[in-house]
């Protein structure tokens, strides 16, 4: 696995695990602080920026989420 690719996947993790089990703030800063990632990460991270997350990390600058109903047939 590609370094850009681990950071991205235990990135992802540790987000998906603070939807389950809400660290303190002082649990997550000390987890932040753990992980072996740029300082842009860590600062997007500790300042929960997911702008600047998404940014540091190669994400989409635009996402869409649409719904398009089928037409009725008569």
């Known amino acids: 696995m590609k370094r850009k ?4 996947s235990t990135v992802i993790q540790f987000l998906e695990s603070m939807g389950r ?5 002082a649990e997550y ?3 932040v602080a753990s992980f072996d990632i ?11 920026d997911h702008a600047a997350l998404s940014e540091q990390m190669g994400g989409a600058k635009k996402m869409v989420f649409a719904i398009m109903a089928a037409d009725e047939e008569a």
């Open 5 to 8: 690719e681990l950071i991205l």
């Open 38 to 48: 740029n300082e842009g990460q860590r600062r997007a991270l500790l300042d929960r």
């Open 29 to 31: 800063a000390a987890s």
């Open 21 to 25: 089990s809400p660290l303190s703030a």
